[in-house]
């Protein structure tokens, strides 16, 4: 009875997490704190680099799908959404082009490291972006928000996640501070930066499609719903939520590369 239980819980973590990412990063981002583990778990053969290849592609749909719900709040941002898209998009890519050219052992070592940089730039994002806004008035700042999305968009291409925090804590330095607004362009930029290394890595025949299309179809599913009702979520608790769970995430992969190669 036991067995039974556990083997349902491995057959069950992956579709759930894959539902729950697409509903973390239309509201607050994070997604992969859930769905990266969920997926090593379930295609630990399949090497590294594409597993996160893997993921990368399945979430992507999700984006989508939350670039519906949050169309209103676009408009009011018409004019810099071409530039935004075309920072998103060539940032993402050159982010793409990096994983491809690293070695599996090399993701493993950097993956905990990652995901600890992206907890804890979530947990100092929103600080940063009210300090930031007594500095700056309120004052749009467009150049530096197009450098800084480059930028920005490098990472979330190479690895994503905590990817809409670094988003976030941009928006904030750059004048933007309407929570729904900022998610409504932090939905819009990750659709391109996660876009574009998505076709990278499906050219280079790096996606375990047996695990994309059931990812992909849930975090679809998860980024409308969670995107549609985002406006009735306290966003403090969500913020201590998806912190906590990428810390969480960062400790697991943390120990398990000391079971791997441990410290003599």
Request: glycine fraction near 12%.
């Amino acid at each position: 009875m036991d067995a039974l239980i556990l083997q349902l819980l491995h057959h069950s973590w992956l579709p759930a997490g894959s539902f729950l990412a697409g509903v973390l990063n239309s509201i607050a981002g994070g997604g992969s704190f859930l769905s990266l583990p969920a997926l090593f778990a379930s295609a630990a053969g399949a090497g590294a680099v594409a597993i996160q290849a893997t993921n990368t592609v399945a979430l992507w749909p999700g984006q989508l799908t939350g670039l519906v719900a949050f169309r209103k709040e676009l408009r009011e941002y018409k004019r810099e959404l071409l530039p935004l898209g075309i920072a998103a998009g060539l940032g993402g890519w050159v982010g793409g082009q990096l994983l491809l050219r690293t070695k599996n052992h090399m993701f493993l070592k950097l993956l905990p490291w990652l995901l600890l940089f992206a907890a804890v730039m979530f947990v100092l994002s929103f600080p940063l972006g009210r300090w930031m806004k007594t500095l700056n008035g309120g004052e749009r700042h467009t150049k530096l928000l197009m450098i800084g999305m480059v930028l920005v968009s490098v990472y979330v291409g190479y690895f994503g996640a905590g990817g809409g925090f670094l988003v976030m804590a941009l928006f904030g330095v750059c004048g933007v501070h309407d929570i729904h607004e900022m998610n409504a362009l932090k939905v819009l930029t990750a659709a391109v930066s996660i876009g574009i290394p998505a076709i990278s890595f499906i050219a280079a025949g790096r996606v375990q499609w047996y695990f994309c299309f059931e990812m992909a179809i849930l975090a679809a599913l998860g980024g409308f719903i969670g995107a549609h009702y985002s406006r009735l979520i306290n966003q403090a608790l969500m913020r201590r939520t998806v912190a906590a769970i990428g810390f969480m995430t960062s400790a697991y992969f943390f120990m398990q590369n000391y079971a791997m190669h441990p410290v003599r």
